[in-house]
């Protein structure tokens, strides 16, 4: 089932982004909200064969490192919201540079 692009329970009106989040997204940020696990980070992303579907490409502990391509981060930015819908809890985007440290935050 497609991400909504403006979640209800806020209030916003459903509509259909066109993506489609698996369910290992929402799993594996359970994991990096979770102290327990040395999980703290993830990385979502096409899976490599389509535009609409969305898998966790990426995920660890520590510092990572990522790069992509103009095109690639426009066409993230279309599917954002769908993907920040079935993340549970508070999230909040950060916009990642070279030397970013938890304690910038």
Do not use: H
Not at 13 to 30: C, F, I, L, P
Not at 50 to 56: G, Q, R
Not at 86 to 104: A, H, N, Y
Request: glycine fraction near 10%; charged fraction near 20%; proline fraction near 5%.
């Amino acid at each position: 089932m497609p991400t909504l692009l403006t979640d209800p329970r806020s209030g916003g009106t459903a509509k259909s982004s066109g993506v489609k989040v698996d369910q290992s997204v929402a799993q594996t940020w359970s994991q990096v909200r979770d102290d327990s696990t040395p999980t703290n980070w993830l990385i979502a992303s096409f899976d490599g064969t389509s535009k609409t579907d969305v898998t966790v490409v990426a995920s660890g502990s520590g510092a990572w490192k990522s790069g992509c391509s103009p095109m690639q981060r426009g066409r993230a930015s279309m599917y954002k919201n769908g993907v920040l819908n079935v993340l549970e809890g508070c999230d909040r985007e950060i916009e990642m540079k070279p030397g970013l440290t938890e304690s910038m935050i």
